[in-house]
C-alpha cells in the first residue's frame, strides 16, 4: 500500500512558476512509476507527465512540452512537477499517481493550481 499527498498548489499570475511535491508512503516507491495527471472543471483527468522508477525515462503531453518538468528523488520517497510559463490553462487539480505495475494503482487526494490571466 503507498500514501500519496501532493503539496505546493496555490495561485499564480500567467507566465509564473509553481513547484508541486508529491511524497509517498512505503518502502517500495522506489520501484514505482509516477506520473502527474490534471482535470480542470468539466473535463476529463489528463496525463501531464510521467516517470520511470530510475528517473531514466520521462514524458509529457503535448501541452506542456518545454514547461514542465518532472524529477523524483527515490532516498526522499518523492516526486516532483516543476511548472513554468504557467498558462490559464493550466489550472486545474493536479494529482500524482504510482504505477506498480502496468495501471496507476495509488492517488494521492490531488492539490489545485490556479492561474490568473
Known amino acids: 500500500q503507498v500514501q500519496l499527498v501532493e503539496s505546493g498548489g496555490g495561485l499564480v499570475q500567467a507566465g509564473g512558476s509553481l513547484r508541486l511535491s508529491c511524497t509517498a508512503s512505503g518502502r517500495t516507491f522506489s520501484r514505482y512509476g509516477m506520473g502527474w495527471f490534471r482535470q480542470a472543471p468539466g473535463k476529463e483527468r489528463e496525463l501531464v507527465a510521467a516517470i520511470s522508477w530510475s528517473g531514466g525515462s520521462t514524458f509529457y503531453a503535448d501541452s506542456v512540452k518545454g514547461r514542465f518538468t518532472i524529477s523524483r528523488d527515490n532516498a526522499k520517497n518523492a516526486v516532483y512537477l516543476q511548472m513554468n510559463s504557467l498558462k490559464p490553462e493550466d489550472t486545474a487539480v493536479y494529482y500524482c499517481?504510482?504505477?506498480?505495475?502496468?495501471?496507476?494503482?495509488?492517488w494521492g487526494q490531488g492539490t489545485q493550481v490556479t492561474v490568473s490571466s
Open positions: 499517481a504510482a504505477k506498480p505495475s502496468t495501471s496507476y494503482a495509488y
